[in-house]
């Protein structure tokens, strides 16, 4: 369509009409034409009114028709050179002059763009990688880089400059893989992130999906592992994590496999990289500038990922494997991660966080039986729960060895000599209802000195160790679990189980872990008796002879270990643990302790008796009855026990337990009879002589009626197998001794004597008494008047009564 032509009369000189296409040039000639014979008109109407206008209007329209001939002109050459064939000459000349330009600069441009490009290309992926930029856009510059730097490296005169920049694109490159790999390693972000990465890592390693997968599984795999060697203090929270990250793989896979990794690597193949958006935004590689430069190659490179390789029924496949390899893997891992594990709770925590992950989530891991798994879950926590109580049940041993330490201490001290009224500060603090003051009479009463609360505290450090089991079973019972499996329907073994999880986690679990503990506390107990055992023959049995110190430690110690076993139970209606301390253990150890005791009093009592014979002292006064009978104990008896006892507290009123307290009183019983039995044969000799000694004594005599009336009072006996003549006054003051002797040893056997009141060796000897001097019920009376003042003195020897 032509445009509209101007006006001519507008135009400030001729050249002004040719700025317009030559139809609108024809357009203003004819305009001029008409406008010409217009004005032709016009002048023959004003020639009449001015000549002279006429003539200078004459000329002007002369001089316009040779410049109307001289537009004419050129609008011929104008449309003559307008033809097709003249167009096409002038292009050709002007591409061939093109191309000649281009021959003459290309290789210099191509150089300074290609290395322009390839100088940027670090700086771009360091700033992207810093700035958290997209790693497929920086895969897609590396792929770039490496084109440029081929293209460079094949120049003649190749600068050093392009080495060192390709070192700096491989550290970038094995930057960027770790980024990758990192990326790939954890379960959080979203699949577009995962997918990206996965791109960008068959991008920059020419991976098919094949190889990505197994790359993925492999990166996932060791961090899980890594996940499991981080150490003990988060136990709990890097197995769970473990874990996690292995169901979350199968998923990951499941849900980007094959499918949406082959849709993103199809679009790689839509266009060039140069012409990628993301690439072509990055302004520090001016492709505007450099693109028609950088060369074909790298110009018109396109991907060519082989996104199809990988099928729906490999990727399955792989999976399966992967998973059976990773269940094995972290079962591994988490067992070499509890190796150095010695804490209940977190071994506890960490059997339940698993358990209860893998519950919630195990069954949609593919290629894997949910219900072997939890088996193998639960048997290696429990096994190691086990393995830790029994580990410390081993560890009373550490008892024995200090009890030894201090028994070969010279610092071993009596405990006994503390004092209850002094030993306990004025200003000592009673808040707290008076606990640490009560606490420190109650040590002081039991002999607890700082040797003897030292073993007994780390015996308390074991017990607790072992009872921390009581919480942790009372967690598993308490626990409350599902009682199906989720769907498996793969997993025919399912339908064969037998219990519930409830059943399995909440009741045989903790059950087996009872057991399991009390049989460690039953094993490490009959270690530790046998021990005790040899370590009461050294002190029993010492060459040296015994050192009483030792045992009265040893007995401490064993008496307050005795009180807290039966405190070893997970259950109050548990069968109590048998005592390693039995009778026949501590015998030696209380016979020795005994025998120590009882012999200085015997000695002394010994003494005591033989004194007591030279003595003319007449005690009838304190008798009573009729016939009088003693009432009372002599003061040799009454020292005899008084001394005995003292004795006894002298090392300390705790140590006097009744198995104790009847071995002192078979030692006593035992080593008296000799003194008493020699006392009595003593007294049945005294003042007495043999009959052929007296009839001498009468022929001798001043006078016969003197030596008939001495006859007359003598009295005739036996005793030892021989007979004696006894004079009235000796008979009277040996039957007084004798009926004392008598009540001295049915009072002291009150005390010392059979506890279950059977006869015994001294009711042998009261027997074995003359019935003249001691009748039957002489004999009765005794007794019971023996009997009533024991009563009334018995709180005298408390520790015997």
């Given at each position: ?298 110009r018109n490179y396109t991907p060519w990922p082989r996104h199809d390789e990988l099928q729906r029924a490999d990727a399955e496949r792989i999976l399966h494997q992967w998973s059976r390899q ?121 002999g607890r000195d700082n040797s003897v609360v030292g073993i007994v505290s780390a015996f308390d450090a074991w017990a607790d160790s072992i009872l921390e089991v009581k919480s942790i079973v ?194 006593a019983i035992h080593s008296v009879l000799a003194p008493l039995k020699t006392n009595l044969d003593a007294i049945k000799q005294l003042a007495a002589a043999p009959a052929e000694d007296q ?107």
């Amino acid at each position: 369509m032509t445009a509209e032509a101007p006006d001519p009369r507008t135009f400030t000189s001729w050249e002004d009409a040719f700025q317009y296409p030559i139809p609108v040039v024809r357009k203003l000639e004819q305009q001029l034409r008409s406008n010409a014979d217009e004005n032709r008109e016009k002048l023959r109407s004003l020639v009449g009114a001015s000549y002279r206008s006429l003539l200078d209007t004459a000329e002007t329209i002369i001089d316009m028709e040779v410049r109307m001939e001289h537009v004419e002109g050129t609008l011929a050459r104008v449309g003559h050179n307008c033809n097709s064939t003249t167009l096409d000459r002038i292009t050709s000349s002007a591409v061939r002059l093109d191309a000649h330009i281009r021959s003459r600069d290309q290789e210099r441009y191509t150089f300074a763009s290609q290395l322009a490009v390839l100088r940027s290309s670090p700086v771009v992926m360091t700033r992207l990688m810093h700035s958290a930029g997209s790693y497929l856009s920086i895969a897609k510059v590396l792929v770039i880089s490496r084109l440029l730097h081929k293209a460079l490296s094949q120049s003649a005169d190749k600068p050093p400059l392009v080495d060192q920049l390709w070192e700096r694109l491989l550290s970038a490159r094995r930057r960027l893989i770790k980024r990758i790999e990192k990326r790939m390693g954890t379960s959080e972000g979203d699949y577009a992130d995962l997918v990206e990465s996965m791109c960008a890592y068959a991008l920059i390693t020419s991976s098919t999906p094949t190889d990505v997968l197994h790359h993925f599984h492999k990166i996932r795999l060791e961090n899980s592992v890594k996940l499991l060697q981080h150490g003990s203090d988060e136990l709990a929270k890097h197995g769970t994590s473990a874990l996690r990250l292995c169901i979350q793989t199968c998923l990951d896979t499941q849900a980007i496999f094959p499918r949406r990794l082959a849709e993103s690597l199809a679009k790689l193949k839509a266009h060039p990289l140069i012409q990628d958006h993301d690439v072509r935004a990055l302004h520090e590689l001016n492709l505007d500038i450099h693109d028609r430069w950088i060369g074909e190659e790298a110009r018109n490179y396109t991907p060519w990922p082989r996104h199809d390789e990988l099928q729906r029924a490999d990727a399955e496949r792989i999976l399966h494997q992967w998973s059976r390899q990773a269940i094995s893997a972290f079962l591994k891992g988490t067992k070499d991660a509890l190796e150095n594990e010695t804490r209940l709770k977190e071994v506890s925590s960490l059997r339940q966080d698993l358990i209860e992950t893998w519950i919630m989530s195990g069954p949609r891991m593919a290629g894997v039986k949910s219900a072997n798994v939890l088996d193998d879950l639960r048997d290696m926590m429990n096994n190691h729960l086990e393995d830790i109580v029994r580990l410390r049940s081993q560890t009373l041993k550490t008892v024995v060895v200090e009890l030894s330490n201090v028994l070969n201490s010279p610092t071993l001290t009596q405990s006994s000599g503390l004092s209850l009224w002094g030993t306990y500060p004025k200003s000592a603090d009673i808040s707290n209802g008076a606990q640490a003051f009560k606490s420190t009479l109650v040590n002081i009463h039991q002999g607890r000195d700082n040797s003897v609360v030292g073993i007994v505290s780390a015996f308390d450090a074991w017990a607790d160790s072992i009872l921390e089991v009581k919480s942790i079973v009372k967690s598993m019972k308490e626990a409350r679990w599902d009682d199906t499996f989720a769907d498996d329907v793969d997993d025919s073994d399912d339908d064969d189980l037998g219990d519930s999880k409830q059943t399995l986690l909440s009741d045989d679990d903790p059950r087996l872990l009872e057991e399991a503990t009390q049989e460690a506390l039953a094993h490490a107990l009959q270690n530790l008796g046998k021990s005790f055992g040899q370590i009461i023959t050294q002190v029993t049995e010492c060459d040296d002879g015994i050192d009483v110190l030792k045992i009265c430690f040893v007995l401490r110690v064993t008496r307050e270990i005795g009180e807290r076993i039966p405190k070893l139970k997970l259950q109050d209606r548990a069968t109590l643990l048998a005592t390693p301390f039995t009778p026949a253990l501590l015998k030696p150890l209380h016979k020795a302790l005994a025998s120590h005791v009882a012999h200085p009093s015997m000695d002394a009592y010994a003494k005591a008796l033989a004194t007591g014979l030279k003595s003319k002292t007449d005690s009838h006064i304190l008798w009573e009855g009729n016939p009088a009978l003693p009432a009372q104990p002599s003061p040799s008896a009454v020292r005899y026990l008084q001394s005995m006892t003292k004795a006894m507290a002298a090392y300390g009123n705790d140590l006097w337990a009744p198995l104790a307290v009847e071995e002192i009183k078979s030692s006593a019983i035992h080593s008296v009879l000799a003194p008493l039995k020699t006392n009595l044969d003593a007294i049945k000799q005294l003042a007495a002589a043999p009959a052929e000694d007296q009839k001498n004594e009468k022929i001798n005599g001043d006078s016969a009626g003197a030596g008939e009336q001495k006859m007359d009072t003598d009295a005739e006996e036996q005793v030892n197998g021989k007979k004696v003549v006894a004079t009235a006054a000796a008979a009277e003051l040996r039957d007084g001794k004798l009926k004392q002797a008598v009540f001295d040893m049915l009072y002291i056997q009150r005390f010392i004597g059979n506890p279950h009141h059977t006869p015994d060796a001294i009711d042998e000897m009261v027997n074995d008494v003359d019935r003249a001097a001691l009748d039957e019920n002489s004999r009765v009376r005794l007794r019971k008047s023996a009997a009533d003042y024991a009563k009334k003195t018995y709180l005298l020897f408390a520790l015997l009564a």
